[in-house]
Structure formats: C-alpha cells, structure tokens
C-alpha cells in the first residue's frame, strides 16, 4: 500500500465577470418583455406576470456578489438569456477540454509535475458536453498524459469522489499519478430566465494532482483518508440526457432539461446530511474537531456553510478557518470546494489538518482529510 498525497491544485477562472447589479437589469429587462408579451393573458388572469428580480435578495440568500462565466453576451441580452457557445467541430478541442488544460498545467506546474508522467486523468464534472468519447480521454491525450482516462459525474459532490477514485488507487498501486480535473460550464445547465435561481452558479475549471508520497516534492499534503455517501432525492434535478427527443411538447424549451431545485428542502436536509458525515468521518479516524485547523466546502451559500462550519467545528468559525470564495465565483458545482482549497492552503505549517468536503445532487457527499506535510 502506498500513502496518497495532494502534490498541487490550479484554477481555470473565466475572463468575463457578471455581477449582481448586471444579472437583475438583464433578467428585469426580459421579464419586461415577456410581460409585454404575454400583457392580454396577464390582464384576463390565466397568467401571471414575471416578477422582478433584485440584488439584495440575492446577496442576502446566497452570499454572492458576481460570477465568471464563458460567455455574458447572451446571458446579459433579454432577447437571448443563455451563453453563447459555439458548438465544436469534431477535430478540435471541446470547451471542457480547453477549460481543463488550463486548470491542469497549473496544477502539474505547482505540484512540478510533467504531463507525461501522469497515468490517470479523471474528468469528474456535473454535465459532459458530450455522452462520448469521454472528455477525460481527449484531456489525457491534449495534456501528453500516459495510462487510462474516464469521465465521471456526481454532480456538485464530482471533484471529491473523483479524488476518492484516485488516491484509492494510488494506495493500491495500480496507478503511480493522478489528474482529477473538474471543469464546470454552470452557465450553459443553469436556467437564466428563472428569477429563484438565476443568480446562483458561475463558470470554472479545478484540478488536483495526486501522487505517492514517496514522489511527492515541494508544498504538498497527505490524503489521509476518504468517505463518500449518497441518498438519493430528486430535490436537486436535471432531466436532460438521451431520451429528451422523445416529448413531442418542444425539444429546447423544456424546464426540466436544465438545473431544478427545491431550494428549501435542499437546505433543510443537506446540512444534517453533510455535518453527519464529517463529523462521522472525523470520528472514525479518531480525530478530534477541535484539531481541524481549515474546512474547504463546497460553495453553494453562504448560511449553508456558515451553519456546518458551525457545526463541525462546534462553535463559530474564526475568520479563515471556513474560507469562502462563493461571493466572487457563485456556486461552480464540484470546483468550488477545491477554488477554496487551491487559494486557502499554501499557510499551512507542517502536521496542521484540514477536510475538504462537497454535497449536492443525489444526495452526495464527499471529504477528504489532508494533513500538511
Ligand atoms: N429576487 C427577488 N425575490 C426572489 C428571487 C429573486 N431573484 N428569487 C426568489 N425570490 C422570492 C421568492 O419568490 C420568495 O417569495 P415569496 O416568499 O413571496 O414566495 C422569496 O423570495 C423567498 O424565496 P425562497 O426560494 O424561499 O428563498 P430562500 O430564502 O429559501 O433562498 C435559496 C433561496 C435557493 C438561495 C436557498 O433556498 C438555498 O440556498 N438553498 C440551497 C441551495 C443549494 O445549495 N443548492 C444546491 C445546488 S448544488
């Protein structure tokens, strides 16, 4: 058995910024629109008019001001409300491909890494741009990578199961090094034409290098252990996928075949789900909360962390001790815990413990507890 080590992180963060202020005069002018539209039935009560969105309940909900995205052009214009994404050819690289190089070398370079010595690249993600050839084998062969490549998708929960997958099999010695890649276009799953969720996700890409710690140089941290759990719930939803040509009622402008929640019952039930499980996994190792010195979770509001850093660390977090990044980036599914990660580790001193830990869809919950070397 050998030990898994994290040996370096990189983000991918998109140019283009959409802020809250942005986001509502866009959404305020296609509900406008549609209102204008629709003026007859409104007026005869057989439909209601779009309500307006607004800034301060969004930063009061969900602790965030802006967003990176790939494309704000067609998001922004109320006649268009989606990104703007140019469909790729088949012989040139997919935009997740793109996104995931850029997270990739910056990971390789702090973990001084080549591409080629990689045996295992895992695209672990909450939506493929394409059923296949998986995503992660045309990343293994832009990237110069050896070895075997899959995809995989637990939604928001992806980045720490696919770290799971990894250091599993660095400790048993079927690979040597490992990419886990995460690149997350929200935008183009995330319905903008909804005003209760239009402002919650943003674009990004991660990427985690594993290793044998025996290899590992410079800054890196010990994958002490790993839980994973699921339950499942259809409060957290997507329904497009293979089947969606088969509804004779419209192929593009479906609800159901974009993100759904039920954003209240997601909240009452993940937080018990997630505290549990930390505090079961910290338990099981025999290891104290108090002895935690940094929580990186996945970032889909602000309360929602607020609340299990609470309850994990059992009494408030100290500022630095659950680092959100959720205010600049939004909800960037299964990058945001690592987003927090790759920014907020670098002080750790040798010996110090952390967990990193993400939930959402399925239920699905994922940690992973680090220690500095
Ligand atoms: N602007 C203004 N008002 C809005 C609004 C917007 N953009 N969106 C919703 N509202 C309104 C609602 O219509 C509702 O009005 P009502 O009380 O008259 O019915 C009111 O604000 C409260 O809406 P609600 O959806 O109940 O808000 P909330 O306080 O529960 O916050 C979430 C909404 C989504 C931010 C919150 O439920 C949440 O964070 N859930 C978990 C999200 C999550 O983690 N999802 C996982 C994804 S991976």
Aim: charged share 20%; aromatic share 8%.
């Amino acid at each position: 058995m050998y030990q898994p080590a994290i040996t370096g992180t990189g983000v991918f963060t998109p140019q283009q910024v959409i802020t809250n202020e942005e986001l509502v005069v866009a959404f305020n002018a296609y509900a406008d629109l549609e209102n204008d539209r629709n003026a007859d039935a409104i007026a005869a009560g057989t439909m209601d008019a779009i309500p307006h969105s607004d800034t301060d309940f969004i930063f009061k909900a969900s602790g965030i001001r802006q967003r990176h995205v790939i494309d704000k052009t067609g998001v922004l214009d109320p006649h268009v409300m989606h990104p703007l994404l140019r469909q790729r050819a088949d012989d040139e690289p997919s935009l997740m491909c793109e996104m995931a190089l850029d997270a990739c070398h910056k990971a390789l370079a702090r973990a001084g890494v080549d591409a080629d010595e990689i045996d295992l690249v895992i695209c672990a993600a909450s939506n493929m741009e394409r059923a296949y050839p998986a995503v992660a084998v045309e990343i293994q062969q832009e990237l110069g990578a050896g070895g075997f490549a899959f995809d995989m998708n637990v939604a928001c929960s992806s980045a720490t199961f696919g770290i799971q997958a990894a250091a599993d099999m660095i400790r048993a010695g079927s690979v040597r090094k490992a990419i886990v890649v995460n690149p997350e276009i929200c935008s183009a799953h995330l319905e903008w034409r909804d005003r209760d969720c239009h402002f919650i996700f943003g674009d990004v890409a991660t990427a985690t290098v594993l290793e044998r710690s025996d290899d590992a140089t410079g800054a890196w941290f010990e994958v002490l252990s790993t839980r994973c759990a699921t339950q499942f719930s259809n409060n957290i939803r997507n329904n497009n996928g293979f089947l969606r040509r088969s509804r004779p009622d419209g192929l593009n402008d479906r609800r159901d075949m974009q993100f759904m929640q039920n954003g209240r019952k997601v909240f009452k039930e993940v937080l018990p789900l997630v505290s549990a499980h930390m505090l079961g996994h910290l338990s099981q190792e025999g290891i104290n909360q108090s002895a935690l010195r940094r929580l990186w979770l996945h970032q889909a509001n602000k309360t929602m962390n607020d609340f299990i850093g609470k309850k994990v660390l059992g009494r408030t977090p100290e500022p630095g001790e659950q680092p959100n990044i959720l205010q600049d980036y939004a909800n960037t599914s299964s990058a945001g815990s690592i987003i927090a990660f790759s920014k907020y580790s670098d002080d750790f001193a040798p010996g110090d413990l952390g967990m990193i830990c993400s939930f959402g869809a399925g239920y699905s919950v994922g940690s992973v507890l680090v220690r500095r070397h």
